[in-house]
């Protein structure tokens, strides 16, 4: 906790071996957001989504990543 360049260190290196994880990608745009880098929370965000369309935690972390950044509108 409060350590997210560690955290996104380890978040790539388990995107790394399972590229495909939904989870993993949820918690990589968590922690791009946190980081102030909107395009990769986005694209880690809608590629969950892409994933797995029907898990609620990808269109919430959608929601409030767009919020924070005053783009309600998408």
Known sequence: LGRPTEALAAVKRALALQPK???ALLTLAGIEDELGNL???LGATREAIALRP???RGHAQLGRTLSAYGRRDE
């Open 21 to 23: 994880s939904a989870d």
């Open 39 to 41: 395009d990769a929370s």
């Open 54 to 56: 029907r898990d609620h």
